[in-house]
């Protein structure tokens, strides 16, 4: 089963989304799943100060290929603690999103630790973002190793400074997977693959910021084999994160 484990809904604003129209709705984002073979998606909306999960989650409810995942901020109310319960409970969303760097807050900071406990206590994978200067590798190890039962997807594995920083972080910490998001370099890919293991790194495209194609094209260049390619493609994301076929 191929899933990819970061695909946008919504309306996205500003130079880099122009190619794609600004607007992606569900429609648009099945039939590019379609053209790649795409069987389920990790769904989240387009990153805001506060993201309208709720919205994202009505424009994927009744499209079962799609799975809904909250984006928070833990400067909003509650440190965003009660948005990610209704999220859960009363929307339906799988997982949490963390963006210290658009949502200015340091990846192991307090701030994190409140959604990360939420998380733990709902059962929920969270990937966050990394790369940049308030959500580097090591920052990330930080936190989940404070929760080593919740499965922490380093999003862009450290991309693009910080990726032997990344792999050598997930070397440490059993509960940090890497995602190919954005990163494009097949040798990086290939890194990834023989120090953390195959199981441990989860195929992405990012859509609308990136694209399937070229982050497929990506894995395949690495030649790392079909077993891992699989592993990679979506047979991981599905175990971590309960997604049946």
């Not at 760097?101 to 059962?123: F, I, P, V």
């Not at 969270?126 to 039962?149: E, K, N, Y």
Request: proline content about 7%; aromatic content about 6%.
């Amino acid at each position: 089963m191929r899933i990819d484990c970061e695909m946008h809904i919504g309306r996205h604003e500003g130079d880099l989304f122009d190619w794609v129209g600004r607007d992606v709705s569900a429609v648009r984002l099945l039939e590019l799943m379609d053209e790649y073979q795409i069987d389920k998606c990790i769904v989240l909306p387009p990153t805001a100060e506060y993201a309208d999960n709720k919205a994202l989650a009505a424009a994927a409810n009744g499209h079962p290929r799609m799975v809904p995942v909250a984006l928070v901020n833990p400067n909003g109310p509650g440190g965003g603690v009660p948005e990610l319960e209704r999220a859960v409970n009363e929307w339906g969303m799988k997982g949490l999103k963390l963006h210290p760097q658009r949502h200015g807050y340091e990846a192991d900071s307090k701030a994190a630790n409140r959604l990360m406990q939420a998380a733990e206590r709902l059962d929920l994978t969270v990937s966050i973002h990394s790369g940049d200067r308030c959500c580097l590798p090591w920052q990330i190890g930080h936190l989940a190793r404070r929760f080593p039962s919740v499965p922490v997807v380093m999003n862009h594995m450290g991309f693009r400074y910080y990726v032997e920083g990344a792999i050598n972080v997930a070397l440490e910490t059993p509960n940090i997977y890497l995602d190919t998001v954005l990163v494009s370099m097949p040798g990086y890919l290939k890194m990834a693959v023989d120090k953390v293991g195959a199981e441990r790194v989860i195929y992405g495209s990012d859509f609308p910021v990136g694209h399937p194609s070229s982050m497929i094209a990506a894995i395949k260049a690495a030649n790392i084999g079909a077993e891992a390619e699989a592993l990679i493609m979506g047979d991981n994301l599905a175990r971590i994160m309960k997604i049946p076929a």
